[in-house]
Every structure is written in C-alpha cells, then in structure tokens.
C-alpha cells in the first residue's frame, strides 16, 4: 500500500464549479503538505505549501489539512479552463525528500 | 525570476547506451534532488544533494550515480540503459535540505530507451 493515495479521476467539472481534491496518508510523521499542478509534459508547479492543521487560503485555493484524520483536501473556486491540469499532492517529514500521491486529472469544460 | 534549467529536453537512447541529465537549479539554492517520473506515474524520488554531498538515497538503480558540483548544479549518469528506463527525469532545487525548504521543480528530461 502506498504511503500516500490519491484518487486519479479523471474529474470534469463545468467551468465556474468548485472543485475539491483530496489525499489520505499514512505516516503520522510527514510534518509538510503541498499540492503540485502538473500540465501535460511539464514540471510540476508548487501551488500551495502548509505545515499545521487548517485552512490556508490563496486566491481561488483553499488548502485544507487535517491530521487526526490524516487527510488533506485542495479546493478551487470558479475554476477555469486554464485549470485543467494533473494535481499532485505531496508531503514529507524531516527529511527533503517528497512523496506524492498519483495525481488527479482535472478537466474543467468551458 | 530564474527557475531550475534542465538538459537536455529530451534524449533517445538504445538499450546498454549510457546517459547524462544535468540540472542548473535556482540561483542561491544548495539542494538538488532527482525524481522520476513514468508513464502515467507519480514522481518518484532517487536521490538528493546538499552542498556537494549526497543527503538522501531513494530507490536509484545501481545503475546510476549522480553528483553535484562546485556551482551546484547536478549531473544524474545513466549506465547500461534498460526499456523500463524511459521516463520523465525531473530535478527540483531548494534553499536548505530540511522539510521545510520549498522545492521548485524543472521542466524534465524526457529520456526515451529504444
């Protein structure tokens, strides 16, 4: 089992609807949460970083962690076209090293 | 602003060829790691410098070694190429080797193993 799963979609959304991604872990030690957006053969973006439980807010994202439950959630609000993408999460513990969840395919519809 | 300089964008190789990644990361930053990404997979983590040694060693094949030098930048060597190594190689740069140093990844490498 991985230590980080995620769900791969693909997710459609019609353009303006709040998209919510999410992934469980299962190391109590990972301390560092991020999500990553990756276009079609590209590097990935670094699109929110957190490091305690709650909500961090940047313009239409939302990141949301909860480590009791050991899930984190990534929220997109009128989303856009532009927004088609894969998403990744990731996290790590003291270490530099990221592990990352499969990715989910977001295709947002005009 | 500057971002992590990979090359070459893309390499084919045949079966037992040899290759060489090199990655040019951020200005200022001192940590370099490597991930590989296949078809359709998640990146996964091979290894990682900091200040010139090896911090961290992931599922790398013997098969590769990997250094960076004097200026930073990293060079991953790929001996005896096999099919299962075509892959996204993706190096990420960060200031400071801890969990808390924010990694900013390349555009890739696309190595294709005929």
């Known amino acids: 089992q991985k230590e980080v799963e995620q769900d791969p979609g693909p997710l459609s959304v019609p353009e303006g609807a709040i998209v919510s991604l999410n992934c469980t872990y299962s190391?109590?030690?990972?301390?560092?949460f991020m999500w990553y957006r990756q276009y079609s053969r590209k590097g990935p973006e670094l699109l929110m970083y957190?490091?305690?439980?709650g909500n961090k807010e940047d313009g239409r994202f939302t990141a949301q962690v909860d480590k009791s439950s050991k899930y984190i959630s990534l929220f997109i609000r009128d989303s856009q076209p532009s927004d088609s993408a894969t998403y990744l999460c990731?996290?790590?513990?003291?270490?530099?090293?990221?592990?990352f969840g499969q990715g989910t395919e977001l295709s947002v519809k005009p | 602003a500057a971002g992590v300089i990979q090359s070459p964008r893309h390499l084919i190789k045949e079966k037992r060829e040899t290759a060489t990644l090199k990655c040019y990361p951020i200005?200022?930053?001192?940590?370099v790691y490597w991930y590989q990404q296949g078809p359709g997979q998640d990146p996964q983590f091979l290894i990682s410098?900091?200040?010139?040694?090896?911090?961290d060693k992931g599922s790398i094949p013997d098969r590769f070694s990997a250094q960076q030098f004097s200026d930073y930048h990293s060079e991953l060597n790929m001996s005896s190429l096999e099919l299962g190594d075509s892959a996204l190689y993706f190096c990420?740069?960060?200031?400071?080797?801890?969990?808390?140093?924010?990694?900013?990844f390349g555009p890739g490498t696309r190595l294709t193993v005929l």
């Open positions: 990420a740069s960060s200031l400071g080797r801890t969990a808390n140093n924010e990694q900013f």
């Open positions: 190391n109590s030690a990972f301390q560092y």
């Open positions: 957190t490091y305690s439980s």
């Open positions: 990731a996290m790590n513990n003291q270490g530099g090293k990221l592990i």
């Open positions: 200005p200022r930053h001192d940590t």
């Open positions: 410098f900091y200040e010139k040694m090896q911090s």
